[in-house]
């Protein structure tokens, strides 16, 4: 068996997933995890689908000629795992404007702390006017990450991108 990573994008429209979903089972594959969404009138996500190694061309060629869906495919990687690393979800808050996420995905690698997840959106502010950007960060922290120093970057930050930063405690 082999573990595929397909990536997908479509105009979004209703029997997408279904389609998919038709082809992997259809070739004998186990559909395992994903993340999809429609932004912007387009539907697109990850897929990691686990299939015999002989089926595997067939269900590609079956997935890329699926109708208003573009699919590309990866082998999957050996999964890195680090045991001694921690998680962390950081959340964001504050009026949108261009860099928020180069200024702050920037803080967490010159850390050495891995993005995992990372779902970001706009949305109207209430009474001021203009769009609050929103983001939700879950991060991997190595064991030897100095998390005084990354909380303490991230305020600082926070404090010149005038946004809110919530950061819950390593689990």
């Given at each position: 068996?082999?573990?595929?990573?397909?990536?997908?994008?479509?105009?979004?429209?209703p029997g997408l997933v279904?389609?998919?979903?038709?082809?992997?089972?259809?070739?004998?594959?186990?559909?395992?995890?994903?993340?999809?969404?429609?932004?912007?009138?387009?539907?697109?996500?990850?897929?990691?689908?686990?299939?015999?190694?002989?089926?595997?061309?067939?269900?590609?060629?079956?997935?890329?000629?699926?109708?208003?869906?573009?699919?590309?495919?990866?082998?999957?990687?050996?999964?890195?795992?680090?045991?001694?690393?921690?998680?962390?979800?950081?959340?964001?808050?504050?009026?949108?404007?261009?860099?928020?996420?180069?200024?702050?995905?920037?803080?967490?690698?010159?850390?050495?702390?891995?993005?995992?997840?990372?779902?970001?959106?706009?949305?109207?502010?209430?009474?001021?006017?203009?769009?609050?950007?929103?983001?939700?960060?879950?991060?991997?922290?190595?064991?030897?990450?100095?998390?005084?120093?990354?909380?303490?970057?991230?305020?600082r930050l926070a404090a010149?991108?005038?946004?809110?930063?919530?950061?819950?405690?390593?689990?």
């Open positions: 068996m082999q573990h595929l990573v397909l990536t997908v994008i479509g105009d979004d429209r279904s389609s998919l979903a038709d082809v992997v089972a259809t070739h004998g594959g186990n559909w395992e995890r994903s993340q999809l969404a429609r932004l912007e009138g387009k539907f697109a996500g990850i897929v990691v689908v686990e299939v015999a190694k002989d089926h595997a061309d067939g269900l590609l060629a079956a997935a890329r000629a699926l109708q208003d869906l573009d699919v590309s495919a990866h082998s999957a990687g050996a999964a890195a795992s680090d045991d001694s690393a921690t998680r962390l979800t950081i959340g964001v808050l504050g009026n949108d404007r261009p860099g928020i996420v180069r200024e702050l995905s920037s803080v967490l690698g010159s850390h050495g702390l891995n993005i995992e997840s990372i779902t970001t959106d706009t949305r109207e502010a209430p009474m001021a006017g203009g769009l609050l950007f929103e983001a939700d960060f879950d991060v991997t922290v190595p064991a030897d990450a100095d998390l005084v120093a990354v909380r303490a970057e991230l305020e010149e991108l005038l946004v809110d930063i919530g950061i819950d405690s390593p689990t």
